[in-house]
């Protein structure tokens, strides 16, 4: 059986207690172990459960939305906050610790390797505009 989506298995349940009421009599036997209200009382139980299944996602869904609404709303105030922070405790590790923040990452040397770089695009950038330091300049 190929699966199934949930409104598909509610109408499947649905169609099958109002044939089990429809043609066979309260308490007849089906076959052993089963009878037509013990098989009726297992397809509302499925029922019941997908609801409960449905209403609770809805609800988080909803939950979802409003913590989204508010997280907006908090943007603004944790930037003001972290501000502020640095502004009083300045750069004290432990201060901003008690925060849940770390000090503001400060860049470090630049390597050989990067110098170079820097300087061979700048001289090619010179290069492909035309441009000379002015003792150059004619």
């Known amino acids: 059986m190929a699966r199934q989506n949930r409104n598909e298995k509610l109408t499947r349940a649905q169609n099958r207690i109002a044939g089990l009421k429809k043609h066979f009599g309260a308490g007849e036997a089906l076959w052993e172990g089963a009878t037509r209200d013990s098989l009726v009382a297992q397809l509302k139980a499925h029922l019941d459960a997908v609801a409960e299944l449905a209403a609770a996602e809805a609800a988080r869904s909803e939950a979802a939305a409003r913590a989204q609404i508010i997280e907006r709303g908090l943007r603004e105030v944790y930037r003001r906050l972290e501000g502020y922070v640095y502004a009083t405790f300045g750069e004290s590790l432990t201060d901003l610790e008690d925060f ?37 300049r004619g």
């Open 100 to 136: 849940g923040m770390k000090p503001r990452g400060r860049p470090g040397p630049k390597k050989l390797k990067s110098k170079v770089a820097m300087i061979e695009k700048a001289q090619a950038t010179r290069a492909s505009r035309g441009t000379k330091k002015r003792s150059k």
